[in-house]
C-alpha cells in the first residue's frame, strides 16, 4: 500500500539552581523526595531540559541539551495503534465474516471495507461525500523522523521552526519542547541506548522497525493491526528477501530479545512495511517523517484520486477533493503524478505488484509516441540540465544559463505537464528568487501554475500551494513596483489558493491560515492605493 515499550521509569528532574548554597539545598530535597518517588513507579515520568538527572538514573535516561538550529527550506516531495484517532469501528454480520460485512466509522462518514475485481481489498463510501470533507483521520502505529529532516524536526510532533533541543545521551534525537521529549520518551528510552552504543543513527527503515518492534513488546495485542496489513511475501524478488534477511541481523543488535520475531516473521514485516509505509508531509507537500498506518492503509490508489492526504504534526488526515457517491471507492495516489504514464506504472508494479488501470492510464495506453526524431535533443536538454544542477548554491548565474537553454528545448519539445519540463521550471524559480530576479521569477511560476491545472485536480493541494507562492513572489517586488492591476492578480491567485487549501488542509490549518492572512493584507492594500488614487 501507499507511500504511502515500554516500560516507564520514574525519572526525577530538577530545577535549575544559580549558586552552590542552592544546589546543596536542592540535592537534600531531591533525596527527600526520591523515597517518595519510587512510590509512584506507576506515574508518568518527569523530565527536564537540564542535565540534573541523579547519577542512578543516567544509565535510563539524559534530558535535552539546547541548541538552534535553521530550518532549511525547499526539499520535494513524494506524494503523496492501539488506539487510533480515527475511531474506527469494524462490524460484521452474525451470519456472514466476510469482508464485504466490515463497516468502518470515521470523521462521520460511514465508510465499508469490500473486495473489488479490480483493486481488491478497499474502502468503499456508504454516503454522498462533498469535496473538502474530512474522510478519514488516523495517527501512526509506530512514526519516526526520516534521515534527510533528522536534525531540523521535532522527533514527536514532527513540526519544524524555532529551536530544536537535543537529547544530551545519544545527542541524536531532537525536539521542539520539554512536553515532547516526555511524551515521546516510552519511544526514545530504548533506542537512545542503542545510539550511545553506536554512536550514529540508523537507516529511517531500521528506526520505524525498531519502534514498531517495542510497541510489539510492550502492547503484543496492538500487532494484530500490523499483522492485518497486506504483505505480497511471495510476490518480492529474491534479493530483496535476502536484503531483508540481512537488515534483520542488524535490528537483532538494536531491540531486546523480548521484543524479537523469528527469522521467517521479521522478512514478513520488512514486506509489510515496504508495502504500507507513507511519509508524512508538512503543510507544503514536503517529506519530513515515514509512519505505517494501519486504518489508512485500506485506500487503494488511483492517478486521478478523489481524495487527499494532510497531516497535522503526524496525525493523518484524509480529505475529499472530488465528489463521491453511495457505493464508490475511496482512492489517494501513492506516486508523483508528474511522472510520466509509464514510470507511474513501473513504479506501482515494481513496489506495489500491480498494474494501475486507472482513468488516467487506460487512456495513455492508447497513446503511442515516436521520440526518435527528437531524442537527441532532448538527452542535451538533460546534460544542461545536470551541469546546471552542479553549478546551484556554487554559481547561481552560470546555473541559470544552463537552465535556461534546458527549458527552451523542453518547452518546444515537451507537454507542459511533462515531469521533465517541470522539474526544470520548479529549478529555475528557485534560483530567480535566490538572485531576487523577481519578475522571471514570476514568469516560470505562472509556467507551473498552468502545468498544475493541467496535471491535477483543481482542488488539489499542490495547485494552492503554487497559487500562494506565487503570490508570494509578487509581494517581493519593491512596493513602487506594485500597482493596483498586480495586487488584483495576487488578490486573485490568494483567493484560489485559500478556497483549495481551506478543502484539503482544512480551516483551521497553519498554512490555510498564512494565507488567509495575506489576502487580508493584499486586500487592505488595495483599497489603500484606491483611495489614494480617487484622492489624487
Known amino acids: 500500500m501507499s507511500q504511502k515499550s515500554y516500560k516507564n521509569k520514574t525519572l526525577r528532574g530538577k530545577v535549575v539552581s544559580n549558586s552552590e548554597e542552592e544546589e546543596k539545598t536542592q540535592s537534600q530535597k531531591s533525596k527527600e523526595n526520591s523515597k517518595q518517588s519510587l512510590a509512584l513507579c506507576a506515574a508518568p515520568p518527569k523530565l527536564s531540559f537540564f542535565d540534573e538527572i ?41 451470519n456472514d465474516q466476510t469482508l464485504e460485512n466490515l463497516v468502518i466509522k470515521s470523521a462521520n462518514k460511514r465508510l465499508e471495507i469490500r473486495m473489488s475485481d479490480q483493486s481488491g481489498r478497499g474502502l468503499f463510501a456508504l454516503q454522498n461525500i462533498s469535496p473538502g470533507a474530512l474522510v478519514m483521520e488516523d495517527i501512526p502505529y509506530s512514526a519516526v523522523v526520516d534521515d534527510a ?59 520505524l522497525l525498531c519502534r514498531i518492534l517495542m510497541r510489539r513488546m510492550s502492547d503484543p495485542a496492538s500487532f494484530k493491526e500490523i499483522e ?40 514478513e514485516l520488512f514486506c509489510r512495511f515496504t508495502e504500507n509505509s507513507f511519509s508524512i508531509l508538512d503543510g507544503e507537500m514536503i517529506p519530513n517523517g515515514v509512519a505505517v498506518y494501519p486504518n489508512a492503509s485500506l485506500i487503494n490508489h488511483s492517478c486521478r484520486p478523489n481524495c487527499i492526504i494532510v497531516f497535522e504534526k503526524s496525525k493523518m488526515m484524509v480529505r475529499c477533493i472530488e465528489p463521491i457517491v453511495i457505493g464508490q471507492e475511496i482512492t489517494i495516489n501513492y506516486t508523483d503524478l508528474s511522472q510520466s504514464g509509464e514510470e507511474r506504472r513501473k513504479e506501482l508494479q515494481d513496489r506495489y505488484f500491480f498494474l494501475c488501470r486507472c482513468e488516467l492510464c487506460e487512456y495513455y495506453k492508447k497513446l503511442h509516441y515516436d521520440v526518435a526524431d527528437v531524442e537527441k535533443k532532448l538527452s542535451i536538454a538533460i546534460e544542461l540540465y545536470d551541469k546546471g544542477s552542479n553549478l546551484r548554491d556554487r554559481d547561481d548565474r552560470q546555473a541559470i544559463t544552463f537552465f535556461e537553454q534546458s527549458f527552451n528545448i523542453q518547452n518546444e519539445l515537451l507537454h507542459k505537464a511533462n515531469y521533465y519540463l517541470m522539474r526544470t521550471c520548479k529549478s529555475m524559480v528557485e534560483i530567480y528568487c535566490n538572485l531576487r530576479d523577481w519578475k522571471h521569477a514570476l514568469i516560470h511560476s505562472f509556467e507551473l501554475i498552468e502545468s498544475y491545472r493541467i496535471l491535477y485536480s483543481k482542488l488539489h493541494p499542490l495547485l494552492g500551494i503554487q497559487l500562494y507562492s506565487t503570490a508570494r513572489i509578487y509581494l517581493s517586488f519593491n512596493d513602487n513596483e506594485i500597482d493596483i492591476k498586480y495586487l488584483e492578480k495576487i488578490e486573485e491567485s490568494l483567493r484560489e489558493a485559500l478556497k483549495i487549501l481551506e478543502i484539503t488542509h482544512g480551516f483551521k490549518h497553519p498554512l490555510t491560515k498564512m494565507v488567509e492572512m495575506n489576502l487580508w493584507d493584499v486586500e487592505g492594500e488595495i483599497k489603500t492605493k484606491k483611495k489614494k488614487a480617487i484622492n489624487q
Request: with cysteine; glycine share 2%; hydrophobic share 25%.
Open 149 to 207: 529532516n533528522f536534525f531540523t524536526t521535532c522527533s514527536h510532533c514532527f513540526m519544524k521552526g524555532g529551536k530544536l533541543s537535543c537529547c544530551s545521551a545519544c545527542k541524536l534525537i531532537h525536539y521542539c519542547s520539554k512536553e515532547c521529549q516526555s511524551n515521546d520518551w516510552s519511544n526514545h528510552q530504548h533506542e537512545c541506548k542503542v545510539f550511545v552504543k553506536v554512536q550514529r543513527k540508523p537507516p529511517t527503515s531500521i528506526r
Open 228 to 267: 492485518n496489513l497486506q504483505s505480497n511475501r511471495h510476490l518480492f524478488k529474491q534479493e530483496q528477501i535476502e536484503t531483508f534477511a540481512q537488515i534483520s541481523m542488524v535490528i537483532r543488535d538494536c531491540v531486546p530479545k523480548d521484543a524479537l520475531l523469528s527469522a521467517s516473521e521479521l522478512i
Open 54 to 94: 541523579e547519577e542512578s538514573d543516567i544509565t535510563e535516561y539524559r534530558p535535552l541539551k539546547r541548541i538552534s538550529k535553521d530550518i532549511p527550506v525547499n526539499q520535494r516531495n513524494k506524494t503523496q495503534g492501539t488506539k487510533t484517532g480515527t475511531s474506527i469501528e469494524l462490524k460484521s454480520s452474525s
